[in-house]
């Protein structure tokens, strides 16, 4: 009978080790693995794509250059594949000028990323813009190229 135990212990602990090495964050094997295959991780929000290296916006700007919505197409034609549907899109600006202007930026900047996944079949109501002006800057805005990082948006699937 101890054995037993033991032996159901020992089951019960790996299963839940197991589970904790497999988080997923809410989603099927398949789609975890395309998410991590584009760059996507896991955070406390989600799984998450900083676009900084694939979509840098220049300076007091929000437009997508032509290459670019290609790739953002391509993204949003595999997470429909995956039905990944529900995102939202955060938008960030460097912090030069003024907090209010920075804010309406950086919302513009994350709803010209959404309007690509609009025309793509996304349904507005699984998407959500969010604009953090400088806020939430990935490097300290010391250099113009680490102002250019923080010009970005970041794609999270909403589970």
């Known amino acids: 009978m101890l054995k037993k135990t033991a032996v159901i212990c020992l089951i019960f602990t790996l299963s839940s080790i197991l589970s904790a090495c497999m988080n997923l964050g ?10 991590k295959k584009e760059g996507f991780v896991l955070t406390q929000e989600g ?19 032509h290459y670019q919505q290609n790739k953002l197409m391509t993204l949003s034609s595999q997470l429909h594949q995956y039905n990944l549907e529900k995102v939202k899109f955060v938008g960030h600006t460097d912090n ?9 930026l950086s919302e513009k900047r994350a709803q010209s990323v959404a309007d690509i996944f609009l025309v793509q079949g996304f349904k507005a109501n699984n998407i959500q813009i969010i604009g953090r002006g400088s806020d939430a800057p990935l490097v300290d805005n010391d250099t113009e190229e680490h102002r250019a990082q923080n010009r970005r948006v970041n794609i999270t699937i909403i589970p």
């Not at 799984?47 to 250059?65: G, H, Q, S, V």
């Not at 030069?96 to 309406?104: K, L, P, V």
């Open 26 to 35: 809410h989603l099927n094997y398949k789609q975890a693995k395309m998410l």
């Open 47 to 65: 799984w998450t794509l900083a676009l900084p290296e694939r979509l840098l916006f220049n300076f007091d700007d929000y437009e997508i250059k």
């Open 96 to 104: 030069i000028g003024q907090a209010s202007y920075n804010q309406q």
